[in-house]
């Protein structure tokens, strides 16, 4: 029997036929395209042992998506065993810490030499790591500012820099070569030498062996307030007098409110928080302002709510600062500015 099927019918048959091919090869191709994109499970990496504390604020992303799955920004969490497991400590006098992998944005804090690193992070030539002194304050430094330090090369002695520069010499003679020059606040390991009283021998982070004179160190333990005078916070916040302002900063290259703060108290063994707000919530116990002595810390609410500046305060109402306009100098409570703004104060000292 022959079958006759007329040209509308032909017509239609073709495009059914025609779109159920173009509809299998699309499954198919999308099911390729898939499979290439998914990376074999063994490279997707998850940041389970982040030792970003609950504190730190500096970083919003500390449990977002993009922290916990790198794929998500394209960074790529350290993967590497020895950046996980490594001993990593700053060897530089200062290094600059950013808000991004990027030296043109923000700098939110430095970190100090002979300072520990724990990495969290690698993009590039980039770290993202945490600052054990300042609390794991977070952010991205550059690798070539850190060294492995080896389990079975650990410091032992740690001493810190307790006046404005000390010089490291290469031989313990006054006007000997200067090997570097390193700030206060900064950390070497120092090695005993009952023959060099006036000299300390001491270990950077890089290796290299030099000589400190011993009235430029204080032994590097964390102590209790009860251990440590006003008198002697102040002799060393004095130090600092007339250093510019600057944001982030924590050295002699200059310094922010709270980043003079800690560095005072960092020499003396007391670990502090990094930001001025954190400070006020979680270091030492509030007193009133007429319970106010050397030492303490008075906190002031300016350009946002809450704690966003501090000072050390000397006496007879005075206090020393990091001002944005004056850097590092004295102040007065009784100075209106500051007067109407004070916020409270906080005991550290026992």
């Known amino acids: 029997m022959n079958l006759k099927l007329s040209p509308i019918t032909i017509i239609s048959l073709s495009i059914i036929v025609l779109t159920s091919v173009i509809l299998i090869l699309f499954k198919d191709n999308k099911q390729q395209v898939t499979e290439v994109n998914i990376p074999p499970t063994n490279e997707v990496l998850t940041n389970t042992n982040s030792p970003v504390s609950s504190e730190t ?41 950013y808000e991004k992998p990027d030296q043109n944005s923000e700098r939110v804090t430095q970190a100090l030499h002979g300072e520990p690193v724990k990495i969290i992070e690698k993009q590039g030539n980039w770290l993202k790591v945490t600052l054990t002194d300042q609390f794991d304050y977070s952010g991205w430094l550059k690798e070539e500012n850190i060294k492995n330090i080896p389990a079975d090369q650990q410091w032992l002695n740690p001493y810190i820099i307790a006046v404005l520069q000390a010089k490291v ?45 011993t009235t430029d160190l204080l032994k590097y333990n964390q102590k209790t307030g009860s251990q440590v005078s006003g ?42 928080h990094r930001d001025a707000d954190l400070q006020y919530e979680y270091d030492g116990v509030s007193i009133a302002q007429s319970e106010l002595q050397t030492g303490d810390l008075i906190f002031f609410k300016t350009y946002k709510s809450g704690a966003s500046h501090l000072g050390i305060y000397v006496g007879n109402r005075q206090f020393i600062n990091s001002a944005s306009s004056l850097g ?4 007065s409570l009784d100075n209106p500015y500051f007067s109407e703004r004070y916020l409270g104060a ?4 026992n």
């Open 346 to 349: 906080k005991r550290i000292l």
């Open 57 to 97: 604020i500096n970083s919003p992303d500390s449990t977002s998506t993009s922290t916990l799955n790198p794929l998500v920004d394209g960074t790529t969490i350290a993967s590497d065993t020895s950046l996980k497991t490594g001993n990593f400590y700053i060897t530089k006098n200062v290094v600059e810490v």
């Open 169 to 213: 010499l290469v031989n313990p003679h006054n006007n000997n070569e200067v090997m570097e020059i390193l700030g206060i606040g900064t950390v070497v390991n120092a090695e005993s030498s009952s023959d060099l009283a006036e000299f300390t021998k001491i270990q950077l982070v890089d290796g290299r062996k030099g000589y400190i004179k």
């Open 231 to 272: 008198e002697e916070i102040l002799r060393t916040a004095k130090q600092l007098l007339n250093k510019p302002y600057l944001w982030g900063g924590m050295s002699t290259n200059g310094v922010d409110c709270s980043g003079f703060v800690h560095t005072v108290f960092k020499v003396h063994g007391i670990k502090l």
């Open 328 to 331: 590092v100098s004295y102040a």
